[in-house]
């Protein structure tokens, strides 16, 4: 069982940035896939980056990239999701993700959830 913990999120203005944090502990595995999703009101939730916990490969989504930044930090367990330029289409609350093993996008391709973190941009 892994327990992942967000924080990080608020009210920014529209250009401004954030750094989320998600912190993991429990049983995890050099093979995990680490991810950030979100979902803004009345909509899906959707992926928004990933990472392998060993080789640090990195994954975005079209909307995010050149804008947001995702990395890890393996000696504390922590995946961090930094936030620049940030738009109001970004509003959303963004959770933390782990896949035991090989990269998904699908939210229901994952394996542990935290409980989220909200982002508001205001214009």
């Known amino acids: 069982q892994v327990q992942l913990v967000e924080s990080g999120g608020g009210l920014v203005q529209a250009g401004g940035s954030l750094r989320l944090s998600c912190a993991a502990s429990?049983?995890?595995?050099?093979?995990?896939?680490m991810g950030w999703f979100r979902q803004a009101p009345g909509k899906e939730r959707e992926f928004v980056a990933a990472?392998?916990?060993?080789?640090?490969?990195?994954y975005y989504t079209d909307s995010v990239k050149g804008r947001f930044t995702i990395s890890r930090d393996n000696a504390k367990n922590t995946v961090y999701l930094q936030m620049n330029s940030l738009k109001p289409e970004d509003t959303a609350v963004y959770y933390c993700?782990?896949?035991?093993?090989?990269?998904?996008?699908?939210?229901?391709?994952?394996?542990?959830w935290g409980k989220g973190t909200l982002v508001t941009v205001s214009s």
């Open positions: 429990g049983r995890t595995y050099s093979s995990y896939v």
């Open positions: 990472i392998s916990w060993s080789a640090g490969r990195t």
């Open positions: 993700a782990a896949r035991i093993t090989g990269l998904d996008y699908r939210p229901s391709g994952m394996d542990y």
